[in-house]
T-cell receptor, first 114, second 109 residues
Framework: EAQVTQNPRYLITVTGKKLTVTCSQN?????MSWYRQDPGLGLRQIYY???????DKGDVPEGYKVSRKEKRNFPLILESPSPNQTSLYFC?????????????FGPGTRLTVT | LAKTTQPISMDSYEGQEVNITCSHN???????ITWYQQFPSQGPRFIIQ???TKVTNEVASLFIPADRKSSTLSLPRVSLSDTAVYYC??????????FGTGTRLKVLA
């Protein structure tokens, strides 16, 4: 089944404790992206990657890191989480060929930083 | 990136056609208009995409006038399960996505 998976689905952590949220897709998509969703602010793009070893900042990259060493994986790293990073996080992927902009989203990771 | 403007919320009744209009006055020549649907606590789901005129698929139609400064998503005969947030966004080869806050559609029985 074609899908985007994220782990963990729920995470409660403390300020300053490094964490990684994994994202994996099995559709051989070149493009992958991370978003955060907060009440009243909608979905905001954190980082995206056009292909292996190619990443770029979205609208809200501060406090986050990403890496794209393999085509299928795009982990989101919070080196020193803070309470303002409490949010619902989504990973997405899509092809980059043609002019298709259909992204496939993962189920989301709900992160709470205390 | 050009910004889009949508109504914050809309109510409709089951069986009615729903039209959600999106304004994008500063759309660029290579921007495509894309619509996504999101249910609570789920990731958005792609609905439809278009560049100009009319596009139709099995779930919706997208109407784009010649000047491309607006677009209308049309959902025929909505049901309760169409209650969701609908996002209009402009996308180009830069692959930067700005979702905004969307339109919250509530379908009533």
């Amino acid at each position: 089944e074609a899908q985007v998976t994220q782990n963990p689905r729920y995470l409660i952590t403390v300020t300053g404790k490094k964490l990684t949220v994994t994202c994996s897709q099995n559709m051989n998509h070149e493009y992958m992206s991370w978003y955060r969703q907060d009440p009243g602010l909608g979905l905001r793009q954190i980082y995206y990657s056009m292909n292996v070893e190619v990443t770029d900042k979205g609208d809200v990259p501060e406090g986050y890191k990403v890496s794209r060493k393999e085509k299928r994986n795009f982990p989101l790293i919070l080196e020193s989480p803070s309470p303002n990073q409490t949010s619902l996080y989504f990973c997405a992927s899509s092809k980059t060929s043609g002019r298709g902009y259909e992204q496939y989203f993962g189920p989301g990771t709900r992160l709470t930083v205390t | 990136l050009a910004k889009t403007t949508q109504p914050i919320s809309m109510d409709s009744y089951e069986g009615q056609e729903v039209n959600i209009t999106c304004s994008h006055n500063n759309i660029a020549t290579n921007d495509y208009i894309t619509w996504y649907q999101q249910f609570p606590s789920q990731g958005p789901r792609f609905i439809i995409q278009g560049y100009k005129t009319k596009v139709t698929n099995e779930v919706a139609s997208l109407f784009i006038p010649a000047d491309r400064k607006s677009s209308t998503l049309s959902l025929p005969r909505v049901s309760l399960s169409d209650t969701a947030v609908y996002y209009c966004l402009l996308v180009s080869g830069t692959y930067k996505y700005i979702f905004g806050t969307g339109t919250r559609l509530k379908v009533l029985a």
